[in-house]
């Protein structure tokens, strides 16, 4: 089991359910973007693992750095105070949740954030929501002892 490919189910679910929750087109991939009409474009990048504690050993718990972000497209032409609105609404479901990883690991969001963009892109505004997180896990790949 690869704890990567969890933390993405949990992230893609917590997603999905603001979507279905807000009521709101999502997608996960910029290929799939609809070429008029509003909708939200979900992704998240993380950092380099770090050894919490050697006391674990290599199987002790690593911490994962990482930023996730709701971009919200909207057409020029409309008014961007509901899609401010929306990306608080983002913002008050997800800042500072926690929710368990499998098989034994957790993410922590911080504190997340609401910005526009100034500029257009292809006919389409830009708001978005943005936070960062934690993740803590176990490397499940690391033997058991510090020899190699």
């Known amino acids: 089991m690869d704890v990567f490919d969890e933390l993405r189910k949990v992230l893609e679910q917590h997603a999905v359910q603001a979507a279905s ?16 009409g509003a909708y939200v474009h979900f992704w998240y990048e993380t950092g380099n693992s ?12 690593e911490c994962t750095p990482g930023v996730l ?3 919200i497209y909207y057409p ?3 008014p961007t105070a509901q899609y401010v609105r929306l990306a ?14 499998a098989p ?15 500029v257009t ?3 389409f505004r830009v708001v978005w929501t943005r936070g960062g997180f934690d993740f803590v896990h176990r490397d499940s790949q690391a033997s058991e002892s510090f020899s190699s």
């Open 121 to 123: 892109k292809n006919g």
């Open 21 to 36: 929750q807000l009521n709101f087109k999502i997608i996960f991939d910029e290929d799939e973007a609809p070429k008029s």
């Open 50 to 61: 770090q050894l919490m504690s050697a006391a674990g050993g290599r199987r002790g718990f």
């Open 69 to 71: 972000q709701f971009n």
């Open 88 to 101: 608080d609404s983002i913002k008050r479901l997800l800042n500072r949740k926690q929710w368990i990883v």
């Open 104 to 118: 034994d690991g957790y993410i922590t969001i911080e504190v997340m954030s609401v910005q526009r963009q100034p």
């Open 76 to 78: 020029e032409k409309q």
